[in-house]
């Protein structure tokens, strides 16, 4: 019954690979986002999705491509893996402005 | 743009000492304020928001009073115990644009002694 959840939690891969990340949200929220968090703790956005739409696309570089097939799900691939890549990535959801956001636990990445 | 300008970690405190929290914002429009929590090994949660000015946001002993004419956000806890041993991160959310995206602080880490 987790509100937000994402697969996998631990992702450990070489440099240059491709990898995927899922995620999940069942409260019925329109949209979704996914955040980086740096080592210092520092969030950053990177994208959102309302109702399957993108609608914010930040300064992300191309190998980072997002894909939502629903309202419930969106999900992060990112091509040719680099060091720099290495984060926490938290997807969260929110059905609108005021509410605030519910948060995933997070998936570590780390590029080796 | 919006920014959130958080106080300076880290904060030490012993358990029962009295916690604030600093935080101040620009934005252009009226935003909504947020309080997230963050414990080890865990995503962010949710502790308290405010809507508008003057709207105090409340939860789990942690309260913040929303203050247009300082653009503050600060958290309060009258009694911290070693639970509250966490980073608390300050948001904003945009009203005119980006269908709510918000702008964090950097994060405050918390650390409280027995």
């Known amino acids: 019954d987790t509100a937000v959840s994402q697969t996998p939690k631990y992702l450990v891969t070489q440099m240059g690979n491709d990898k995927s990340i899922k995620c999940e949200q069942n409260l019925g929220h329109d949209t979704m986002y996914w955040y980086k968090q740096d080592s210092k703790k520092f969030l950053k956005i990177m994208f959102s999705?309302?109702?399957?739409?993108?609608?914010i696309n930040e300064t992300v570089p191309n190998r980072f491509s997002p894909k939502s097939p629903d309202k419930a799900h969106l999900n992060l691939h990112i091509n040719s893996l680099e060091l720099g890549d290495s984060a926490v990535y938290f997807c969260?959801?929110?059905?609108?402005?005021?509410?605030?956001?519910?948060f995933g636990s997070g998936t570590r990445l780390t590029v080796v | 743009g919006n920014s959130v300008t958080q106080m300076e970690g880290p904060v030490t405190l012993s358990e029962e000492a009295f916690l604030t929290i600093n935080c101040t914002y620009t934005?252009?429009?009226?935003?909504?304020l947020f309080w997230y929590v963050q414990y080890p090994g865990e995503g962010l949660q949710l502790l308290l928001k405010a809507t508008k000015a003057d709207d105090k946001g409340s939860n789990k002993g942690f309260e913040a009073t929303y203050r247009k004419e300082t653009t503050s956000f600060h958290l309060e806890k009258g009694s911290v115990q070693v639970s509250d041993s966490a980073v608390y991160f300050c948001?904003?959310?945009?009203?005119?644009?980006?269908?709510?995206?918000?702008?964090f602080g950097d994060g405050t880490t918390l650390t409280v002694k027995p």
């Open positions: 948001a904003l959310s945009d009203s005119d644009t980006n269908a709510g995206k918000s702008t």
């Open positions: 934005a252009t429009g009226y935003p909504s």
């Open positions: 969260a959801s929110s059905p609108d402005r005021g509410s605030g956001y519910t």
């Open positions: 999705y309302n109702n399957k739409e993108l609608i």
